[in-house]
């Protein structure tokens, strides 16, 4: 009883331990998120945690990534999925579940009348229903299993998916390792466990789909923007003659999608597009440092 005990407070206490640093980590991706300047943005306390990691330097100097706009982007890259881990769930669901829902939707399916009212009736809700009775657990992503921590396989697929997409390289498993320790521990036996060249294939042969989203997002945020900037514009010249104004910039449209994107929350899709789209605005502007002054 006395050793159950004592195990149960020293348990609590590092519950309390890891709770108290995860709100820390968490202060310091708001404070990287508040900052505009890349200098300031890498001289925060979260980047400079990351850039100090032994295994993350010696990554960088293997892969000859010493640019500040490489560093930022791999520092968005894991900010980015750290911020998923904390605020958001995985996207994964165990065979069981996949086999539920199959059973469920045959029987809605089955059960549905000739005519439906709108929106039922719409092709948007027959894809769906048909995607949920024809999805099997192979089809599953490379996180879901019905053993570990599903939330801690999401984050190793986030990390690597998004310094892939970010930098066109994999992480090694010993930064990969290192970079989910800091929120989870984890052996580097366990991290290969998932962290398999199959894992790494599916990321390859996805990215195209990911890019394609990620244009839509783009075309559409920026439609968005226009659509609301030339509405304010006609309310303001409706009360006064006003100059002519610079024309807009292809920063200043970044900054103007992602102020969008970033609106949308629990999205892993949209945050991750959004983190790609923050990586080009960081290279446009240190490609044109004055006009991204400018914003």
């Not at 690597?160 to 970079?179: A, G, H, K, Q």
């Not at 783009?218 to 439609?223: A, K």
């Not at 610079?246 to 970033?262: E, G, H, P, V």
Request: with cysteine.
């Amino acid at each position: 009883m006395l050793v159950n005990a004592i195990k149960t407070n020293v348990v609590a206490k590092q519950n309390v331990a890891t709770n108290k640093f995860l709100y820390t980590i968490n202060d310091e991706i708001r404070e990287f998120q508040s900052l505009e300047n890349l200098s300031d943005k890498l001289g925060s306390r979260l980047p400079q945690r990351l850039l100090k990691n032994k295994s993350v330097s010696g990554w960088i100097g293997d892969h000859l990534m010493q640019s500040s706009v490489n560093k930022m982007a791999l520092c968005v890259s894991i900010i980015s999925a750290y911020e998923i881990y904390l605020t958001g769930s995985p996207e994964s669901c165990t065979p069981r579940q996949v086999e539920t829902m199959k059973r469920k939707a045959k029987s809605l399916n089955n059960s549905l009348a000739e005519f439906l009212p709108y929106p039922a009736n719409e092709k948007s809700f027959t894809d769906g229903l048909n995607a949920l009775i024809n999805n099997t657990p192979q089809n599953l992503p490379a996180t879901a299993s019905k053993r570990g921590s599903p939330r801690r396989r999401s984050l190793i697929e986030n990390i690597s998916t998004n310094i892939y997409d970010s930098l066109d390289v994999f992480p090694s498993v010993r930064m990969l390792t290192e970079l989910v320790s800091i929120l989870e521990p984890i052996e580097p036996r366990s991290l290969r466990n998932t962290y398999t060249e199959n894992f790494k294939d599916k990321i390859r042969k996805t990215r195209k789909a990911r890019n394609n989203r990620t244009n839509k997002n783009i075309q559409h945020s920026e439609s968005q923007s226009i659509s609301i900037i030339d509405s304010l514009s006609r309310k303001v010249s409706n009360q006064k003659k006003i100059e002519p104004q610079n024309k807009k910039t292809d920063i200043d449209n970044l900054k103007d999608a992602i102020q969008l994107l970033d609106k949308i929350e629990g999205n892993k899709s949209i945050a991750r597009q959004a983190s790609i789209l923050k990586n080009e605005l960081y290279e446009l502007e240190c490609i044109n440092p004055i006009e991204g002054e400018k914003g």
